[in-house]
């Protein structure tokens, strides 16, 4: 079965400053990797999916993740990161027809 | 619909007790899965809808779950004789059937079973 760890529980940084979310996958075969956002009291939302092509994804919010295929990761950025940006960020593969999906990283941005 | 819609966002219900949870997928997306969300944990699979075929429910954590599509749209989630440890947070999402596709998720339904 296809997996992603999220090695970091929590995230704490300053307003202003580079955000970087962990994830590492564990596939046979090309992975197709996603990164969703929730805020509180809210469902996930989609910030981008590396399906094949160019290393780096952009997607909303001002977010982006580098695909490594050596060290399988895809570790979410924002270089330069805001007091709404703080959530709860999951990393998921694709496995067969589902998604599985990390533990999850709370994120806090403190002004 | 312009997005996958889920009702109702809030449930408090009697140890004991049935629930249903209603989730109406985006218009034209043929997949439809549910997933809970335990305090403090990640998202838990539960079940599978695609199409017209049969549903993977490999997810449901007991015979006390239950799901339904009806005409290849709304779905319905019943928990049978609620537990405790039934309280959680209930995600649908939809999708476009296919590999490359990621999920469209409703707002969900926060269970509490008291």
């Known amino acids: 079965a296809q997996s992603v760890a999220q090695p970091e529980d929590q995230v704490n940084v300053a307003e202003g400053n580079p955000l970087t979310v962990k994830c590492t996958y564990s596939?046979?075969?090309?992975?197709?990797l996603f990164w969703y956002v929730q805020y509180p009291n809210r469902g996930l939302q989609f910030l981008l999916k590396?399906?094949?092509?160019?290393?780096l994804v952009k997607g909303s919010y001002g977010f982006e993740a580098e695909f490594n295929k050596s060290q399988t990761s895809f570790h979410l950025k924002k270089p330069s990161a805001l007091v709404s940006d703080s959530a709860l960020y999951f990393c998921?593969?694709?496995?067969?027809?589902?998604?599985?999906f990390g533990a999850g990283t709370t994120v806090t941005v403190r002004a | 619909g312009a997005g996958v819609s889920q009702s109702p966002s809030n449930k408090v219900t009697e140890k004991g007790k049935d629930v249903e949870l209603r989730c109406d997928p985006i218009?034209?997306?043929?997949?439809l899965y549910w997933y809970r969300q335990s305090l403090g944990q990640g998202l838990e699979f539960l079940i599978y809808?695609?199409?017209?075929?049969?549903?993977?429910k490999s997810g449901l954590p007991s015979d006390r779950f239950s799901a339904e599509r009806t005409g290849g749209s709304v779905s319905t989630l019943t928990i049978q004789r609620t537990q405790q440890e039934d309280s959680a947070v209930y995600l649908c999402?939809?999708?476009?059937?296919?590999?490359?596709?990621?999920?469209?998720f409703g707002s969900g339904t926060r269970l509490t079973v008291v």
């Open positions: 809808f695609q199409g017209n075929s049969a549903p993977d």
């Open positions: 590396y399906i094949t092509g160019d290393n």
């Open positions: 998921a593969v694709r496995d067969d027809y589902k998604l599985s």
């Open positions: 596939v046979s075969g090309n992975p197709y």
């Open positions: 999402a939809s999708s476009l059937y296919g590999q490359t596709y990621g999920y469209t």
């Open positions: 218009s034209g997306h043929t997949a």
